[in-house]
Nanobody
């Protein structure tokens, strides 16, 4: 069973930066496309960013494009989400997940599985 875990969430002021990390069991990080998603209170889970393997294409939601960067470090078995210029509307629980082939797409929750428990990000105004 694939296990995914997120970390790095905390309270941060608007305009600040935060780095979220995602680790997974086995060779998941180096073998599969990985994605970051978020769920704000009272809202559906939404796509944030994803990164492929070969090639390592990156996809971003329009709402965070230019502010967030997704990257992979296979030596550390980690996928990170660097978040800059944070806004109160970025407040959410952030989840990491692995791409499931044959389902959905690279930019939708339906294309991913093996969800972690999430890490909470709160951006104060």
């Amino acid at each position: 069973q694939v296990q995914v875990a997120e970390s790095g969430g905390r309270l941060v002021e608007a305009g600040g930066s935060l780095t979220l990390s995602c680790t997974a069991s086995g060779s998941t990080i180096s073998t599969y496309p990985m994605g970051w998603f978020r769920r704000a209170p009272g809202k559906e889970r939404e796509f944030v960013a994803s990164i492929g393997v070969h090639p390592p294409n990156k996809y971003y939601a329009d709402s965070i494009k230019g502010r967030f960067t997704i990257s992979r470090d296979t030596s550390k078995n980690t996928v990170t989400l660097q978040m800059n210029s944070l806004k109160p509307e970025d407040t959410a629980t952030y989840y990491c997940a692995r791409r499931i082939w044959g389902r959905g797409s690279n930019d939708s929750p339906s294309g991913f599985g093996y969800w972690g428990h999430g890490t909470q990000v709160i951006v104060s105004s």
